[in-house]
């Protein structure tokens, strides 16, 4: 599977775009993007995935770079309660079909 | 989104007795479910892939002698950590794959803390 690089750590002002960025170099034509979050011990929880198109829903958007190597998850307006680890995540379209987990970034949104 | 419960949300037990934790998915059927351990400050780690009907896959290192995992049904998976003992104590969580609504995207559920004494 592919592996993922994200930051560690990130901050953002409460009410502006969160962007949070993964390197995805290795990437392959038949594996998705996904994204989660895990707030403070709970399980993580889905936020958007993509193959090449960028999508939106209402939890956030994602912008996939042309070739594929690189995505940008954004959260328009953060709030406190979007403070989190943010994992990025490939996996394949068939197949096992099982997350591998890397250390994610850290998102902490400031009052 | 889909919803994936766990039952207990948190446990403590004696070293050497047995755990079941259990997870559904509530409203979607599950073919497949995966469960993951969460040691403080580390990120998720895969344990096992749980097939309805089938036995579980378990991944490298994992002892499946140790943890033993039913699928018994399309919506419910469950673990038993048998013979606890103190490194046993941990955050399991399971995810439930839906591919019954084309996204075949995973759910989580919302954790079980497992504290062995």
């Known amino acids: 599977d592919a592996k993922t690089t994200q930051p560690t750590s990130m901050d953002c002002a409460e009410g502006r775009a969160a962007n949070l960025p993964c390197n995805h170099s290795t990437i392959s034509g038949n594996e998705y993007v996904y994204w989660y979050r895990q707030i403070h011990s709970q399980g993580p929880q889905y936020i958007i995935h993509g193959l090449k198109n960028n999508e939106t829903n209402e939890m956030a958007s994602l912008i996939i770079t042309e070739d594929r190597k690189s995505s940008t998850l954004i959260l328009p307006h953060a709030t406190l309660r979007d403070t989190a680890v943010y994992y990025c995540?490939?996996?394949?379209?068939?197949?096992?079909?099982?997350?591998?987990f890397g250390q994610g970034t850290r998102l902490t949104i400031n009052p | 989104g889909a919803v994936v419960s766990q039952h207990p949300s948190w446990v403590i037990c004696k070293s050497g007795t047995s755990v079941k934790i259990e997870c559904r998915s509530l409203d979607f059927q599950a073919t497949t479910m995966f469960w993951y351990r969460q040691f403080p400050k580390q990120s998720l780690m895969l344990m096992a892939t749980s097939n309805e009907g089938s036995k579980a896959t378990y991944e490298q290192g994992v002892e499946k002698d140790k943890f033993l995992i039913n699928h018994a049904s399309l919506t419910l998976s469950t673990l038993t950590v048998t013979s606890a003992h103190p490194e046993d104590s941990s955050f399991y969580i399971c995810s439930a794959r839906d591919s019954g609504r084309g996204t075949d995207t995973q759910y989580f559920g919302p954790g079980t803390r497992l504290t062995v004494l």
């Open positions: 995540i490939v996996r394949p379209i068939q197949g096992a079909q099982k997350l591998v």
